[in-house]
């Protein structure tokens, strides 16, 4: 059964380095999305993409953040110079068409020391 | 930012018995949608909801949207161990890559 995928699956960091979280959404889908769930907290929504472009974008998404689809296949998040609390776990979702079912990936658990 | 009352916060179960949960909003969705998540996990669809009224089943799952379209409620019938886990349901406003927005979760222990 296809499924997301995402690495790393753990990213230990500095506070001010830059990460690059990485996506494979499933293949035959066209929205994609990055949301965060801090310890024992509910997840909470970040991006939303599609075509090239972000459709929209949450509070938390602030200049720092970044997202792209550099190929066919892949969709990163970029964090250009992260803060302590920047840590959390990373989750992408992809949604096929005539669907409100996002599928989520395993997550990327970042720590930023 | 949107509310999503979930309850109740946790349930300790004993195998066998069916478990029942909900979640409330202050205002409608169009789609609703029911994750679980394992320790260390990404939520994993259960089932989604997207008609007002409807009842849907999933194996021992059984989801429904609320009429008001402002809730919706999961049971689990004849729990077992693998159940255990955090389950959260998800509102979506039914727009083409429209957010979720999630509830803050039902952590499930199930006792053998």
């Known amino acids: 059964e296809p499924e997301v995928t995402q690495t790393p699956s753990h990213q230990v960091t500095q506070m001010g380095q830059e990460v690059i979280l990485r996506c494979v959404p499933i293949s035959n889908h066209l929205y994609f999305y990055w949301y965060r769930q801090i310890l024992g907290q509910k997840v909470e929504f970040l991006v939303s993409f599609y075509n090239n472009e972000i459709s929209e974008k949450s509070e938390i998404f602030d200049d720092q953040f970044s997202v792209e689809r550099p190929d066919g296949s892949n969709f990163t998040l970029k964090i250009r110079s992260t803060k302590l609390e920047d840590s959390a776990m990373y989750f992408c979702?992809?949604?096929?068409?005539?669907?409100?079912?996002?599928?989520f990936g395993p997550g990327t658990r970042l720590t930023v020391t | 930012g949107q509310q999503l009352n979930q309850s109740p916060q946790s349930m300790f179960i004993q195998e066998g018995e069916d478990v029942s949960m909900n979640c409330t909003s202050s205002?409608?969705?169009?789609?609703w949608l029911w994750y679980k998540q394992d320790p260390g996990e990404g939520p994993v669809l259960l089932i989604a909801?997207?008609?007002?009224?409807e009842l849907t089943s999933n194996g021992r799952l059984t989801a429904q949207f609320g009429i008001t379209r402002k809730d919706s409620f999961l049971n689990i019938s004849a729990s077992i161990p693998s159940d255990v886990g955090i389950y959260f349901c998800?509102?979506?406003?039914?727009?083409?890559?429209?957010?979720?927005?999630f509830g803050r979760g039902t952590q499930l222990t199930v006792w053998p």
């Open positions: 205002s409608i969705f169009n789609t």
């Open positions: 909801l997207y008609k007002a009224g």
């Open positions: 998800a509102g979506h406003r039914g727009s083409t890559l429209g957010r979720l927005y």
């Open positions: 979702a992809s949604e096929g068409e005539n669907s409100y079912e996002q599928y």
